[in-house]
Every structure is written in structure tokens, then in C-alpha cells.
DNA sequence: TTGAAAGCGATACCAT
DNA sequence: ATGGTATCGCTTTCAA
């Protein structure tokens, strides 16, 4: 039987060479739908996230498909466009074609429902259900670490979505090291951009975002106010989008792993998938703070006690 | 005959309801592999892309995935990651996946060979193995146009890399309206970044990009230099990435239209696989110009002779 | 070690 | 209109 070139089985190293040759001769291709049929297996995995077109995702889904190509998979995409709904319909979807698994990126505030289906949750620490992730809130320490180690002691953290976890967790690490040091305050963008002017003028030298597309934001506001970064305001960014590297001045980010999450996620539903055993319980990633052009010292550098 | 309830064949509208009642009680889900072995379909579509890390791509796939789920495919995507060769690897491992058809955006100067597999080719007009594509080179005149509307007569063109086919359609676009009228020059990243403020302090009011990646860029090194955007420069840029609008000044653009032209792709493989007539010889989808706050009238308007 | 044959679960055709 | 059955191409088990 030809399938003995497989590798396995037991077959004479002659009669193995003699079946190979005659299948390169034939055009032999495996059909994948029988072996499917047979095997109970697709090798395919599923991969959904919230939204594609925001500029987190790309990367990420990019890793994921490498990894998973390197496993021997093909990766089915699902984007759940930022709907809940469509993101319990994009599941159903996928196990309808019989994926062997998924990873999955869930809709903020979400708990998706897998059901029996080998699948890898890459989210948060703070998420039970969380399979592999980067660890946000040490994330989010660094960069108020940084700010700190350059003099700044009046911050303004700025997150994109009250609703996210993700960029909460970022916010408890900032507000963590903030807290006991440095003068700070919370704003959401969901409730309208700050002044950055009016605040600057009150004493702020630094600003930490939770995503690179708000601190971009920022250094817009704050060259239309004439307000020079980094010499009067220091910004931080998140995910280290290909922005931050084309705005001028450049921009400070905390950048994740994908590679490594992706890589992680991928063998993990892996070894589910063989029913082996799962040695990842919620594995964390850590962050990369890269310091650009965007952030300084602080001008008038507060030696004295927090405030 | 539990098939029946599938809709075709004759059957009792009585047998249908019944066989459809037990089937649910049994919770019976059809298997893609069986169905997929049986009929030579796998209901699966690939998407060929070279680099999803791009920000262009991210919205197309996005689209590319609402179109094929809307048409009852999945989309496996094969990320070729700017590599030729790893383009003709991934097209393999579709094909071996046993997939119905390819959307594929080439490798920049590549003519894929797609071998006798339903597939639809985003690219450019110019390219005769085009299916669908935005105009590019109409989206070029449209920007030039805007810029001559608005006065300005001496223009730099910027675009980021020669090689590719449709930054050169753009160009094109660009340069057939600005000829006979302006003054122009065109550069490529590749070759450097040219100097703003000395091509400023030369006469140039208004840049063309053919990226809003690059536009973002020009943006950063004219507020470095101190030009004022939009009083001193004008800048349009290409695909209105999500970053268009969250730098400030926010970037005027030409946009594509992503979600047509996935539409019209997707439908262009599904008669080819159903061997339907193909009414799709090389469609054009128009882009769309979205003038924001980076364009201005020209400062100095010359009502003049062009140069 | 090799050959033969039984199924995986749908579909489609053919008798009834 | 309905029930029965051969078949898709591969994997796996069993016999030789």
C-alpha cells in the first residue's frame, strides 16, 4: 500500500523507493478530504479575533499562521468584526468545516463559549480562561517605569476602551508604579480626547497610552498646540504599530511577542488536539519597551517627594 | 435519504419535517469531510498575500472573509511574507489543502503561476493577469488633480518603492496630470528620504505619497523643520490606513475600495469553479478621494504659465 | 513484509 | 416519493 511511504508501517527500504518513484511519476496528490474523512482529522485550525483591520491583529494573525504552518496546519480565518454575536457565530462556523482547533482572541469582555473544541484563549493573565498572553500589566509598569526614571512626576494615562481588559491590566501596572511616586490621572478616549494644552499648562509631562494609535493622536494635539515633544511632553505608546516608526518624532512603544504567543498558542492546541498533555496554564509573555524620539526627560525635573 | 432535507430532491414536504426534526434531536452535524470527499468540494477559498503585516492588507483580507463566508466559503489565508518563492510554497500548500479557488495578491513584480486552480488576481489594470483592482493610476490623477485644484505648481512626488507595479500606475496617474501643468519631481524611498525643508525652500507646496505610510513620515520631518501642514505643504497619501485619521493634521487620501473589490473577487472565483461564464476580464474598481486637513490652497498661488 | 478489504459519512443514482 | 446502495480516496486492520 502506498500510504506505507508515509514513513510509517513496516515496508522494505526497496519497495518504499519503487512506490515513491512511481507516485512522483503519476502527479500523486494525497486527497486531504479522504484523509480528513478517514482520520477524523482536517489539519486545519481556526483563528478568530475581533478585528482584523485594527492594527494589533495583523501581526498577530500573521505569527499565527506561520506557526501553524510550521505544525503541519492550515489556518482558517475568522473575523468576528468586533460583533459578540458574530464572534459565536465565526466559532460555529469553524467547527462546522471540522477544524481540528482554534486559537482565539476574544471580543473584549467576552467569555466565548468553545464547547469541546481543542482551543488556545490568547487574552490576558487576568482572564481565567486566558491559554498564553502578554503579560499587560508588566507591560504597562515598564512604561510608567520609564517616565518615572526620567523625571516625570505628572502623567496622564490615556486608555482607548473602558470595555477592554487588555488595556485595563495595562492601566493597573501604569497606575501601580504611578501610585505611590507621581501626580496621575485616568481619561478614556470613549469620552472624548483631553486637552492636552489645557493639561500641559497644568503641569503634565508625560502621557502613557494604551495604544500606539492614541499616542499618535496625542503627538498630533499636541503639535497643534505648539507643545514640542518630547522637550515638553514625553509620550508612550503600545504594540509597537508600523506607525510608530514613521511618525515624526518616532514613538516610544511597549511592544508584544507575537512570534513567541503565537508559537505558544499554536502547540498548545496542538497537544490538545493529541490529547497530550497541556503544560501551558495561562503562559505569559513578556513586553518590550523600545524608547524612541517620543519621550525625554523630564524639563523641570522634580527631585523632591511625589505629590 | 437524510439528504433530502437539503433542499434538492423530490420529497414530502411531511418526510422533509420529520427528517429535519430528528435530525436536530440528534444534534446531526454534517461532515465537511465526507461531503468534501464525496463531491470534489471543499467550500474552502485561499488568500495569497505578500505580507499581512502591510497595513493595506489587513482591511482587504478582512473583506476577502466577509465575501467568501457571505458566498458559504472559508478562507485560508497563506501569508507569503515578501518573498517570491515562499509565494509559489504557499499557493502549494493551498492547492494540497484542497482548496476551491485562490484570491491572490502577487508578490510585487511576480506573475504567480496559478497552474489550472480557479483564481481571481488583485492587483493592477496595467497587469494582464489582473481580475479586479482599484484604478491606481486614476487614483493618482485624482490626487494630482486636487493638488492643481488647490493651486499648487510646483509638486514632489514620493513614492516608496519602484519595484512595485501599482506605486508605479499611481505615479503614472500622477504624473500625466501634473505635466503638462506643474512642476513635479518624483523620488523613491528607497533611495533616502529626501529633505523636506530644502525642497520647500525651493518652491515645493505640495507632496503626493503613494502610502499614507509614507505621507505620515513626510508629516513628521516637515513639523521637525518647522513647515507649517497644510499652510506651507500639502500632503495626500494612498488606502486610508487607520492611522489616516488619528495623526493631526488628519491625512487626506485615496482610498480603495476594499470591500467591492473582494466582493467581485470572491464572485469571480465561484463561476470559475462552477464553471460559469467569467464576465470579469479585468475590472476596475474607482478609488475615492478624501480630502482632510493635511491639503490647503496653495500660499502663493500662481495663476501662471506652468513651468 | 506484503496484499486484500473494510470502512470514514456524505451524495447520487437506481430500483422499488 | 421513498428506500437501498455504490462510490469518493485514503487509513488501518487483518490475512497471507
Redo the contacts with the bound molecule.
Keep these: 500500500?502506498s500510504?506505507a511511504l508515509?514513513g510509517k508501517?513496516?515496508?522494505?527500504a526497496?519497495?518504499a523507493e519503487r512506490v515513491r518513484r512511481r507516485a512522483d511519476e503519476v502527479g500523486f496528490?494525497?486527497?486531504q478530504a479522504?484523509?480528513a474523512?478517514?482520520?477524523g482529522r482536517s489539519g486545519i485550525l481556526g483563528f478568530v479575533m475581533p478585528d482584523l483591520s485594527n492594527p494589533l491583529f495583523p501581526k498577530l494573525a500573521q505569527s499565527v499562521e506561520i506557526a501553524a504552518t510550521k505544525a503541519g496546519y492550515g489556518v482558517l480565518i475568522a473575523d468576528s468584526r468586533g460583533d459578540v454575536d458574530e464572534q459565536t457565530a465565526a466559532i460555529e462556523r469553524l467547527r462546522q468545516r471540522g477544524v481540528d482547533g482554534i486559537v482565539i482572541v476574544p471580543h473584549r469582555g467576552t467569555r466565548p463559549k468553545i464547547q469541546s473544541l481543542p482551543a488556545a484563549v490568547i487574552h490576558t493573565p487576568s482572564d481565567p480562561l486566558n491559554t498564553v498572553s502578554s503579560d499587560h500589566a508588566e507591560g504597562g509598569r515598564q512604561a510608567a517605569q520609564a517616565l518615572i526614571d526620567l523625571g516625570h512626576r505628572d502623567i496622564l494615562i490615556l486608555g482607548g476602551d473602558r470595555a477592554s481588559e487588555v488595556q485595563r491590566d495595562r492601566i493597573d501596572g501604569m497606575v501601580g508604579v504611578l501610585g505611590p511616586v507621581a501626580r496621575h490621572r485616568t481619561a478614556w478616549t470613549t469620552d472624548g480626547f483631553p486637552d492636552i494644552a489645557d493639561l500641559v499648562a497644568a503641569g503634565v509631562t508625560g502621557v502613557l497610552t494604551t495604544s500606539d494609535l492614541i499616542a499618535l493622536r496625542v503627538l498630533g494635539d499636541a503639535y497643534q498646540a505648539g507643545i514640542k515633544v518630547p522637550d515638553d511632553l514625553s509620550i508612550i505608546g503600545f504594540d509597537d504599530m508600523p506607525l510608530a516608526t514613521a511618525v515624526r518624532p518616532t514613538l516610544s512603544t511597549v511592544a508584544q511577542d507575537v512570534g513567541q504567543i503565537a508559537e505558544k498558542a499554536v502547540t498548545h492546541v496542538h497537544s490538545l488536539i493529541n490529547n497530550e498533555q497541556s503544560n501551558a496554564g495561562g503562559m505569559v509573555v513578556p513586553m518590550t519597551l523600545t524608547l524612541r524620539a517620543s519621550t525625554a526627560a523630564a524639563r523641570h525635573h522634580q527631585t523632591g517627594e511625589p505629590s
Excluded: D, F, V, Y
Excluded at 9 to 12: E, F, L, T
Design positions: 500500500m500510504n508515509s508501517g513496516r515496508i522494505s526497496e519497495m496528490r494525497p486527497s479522504a484523509r474523512l478517514k482520520t
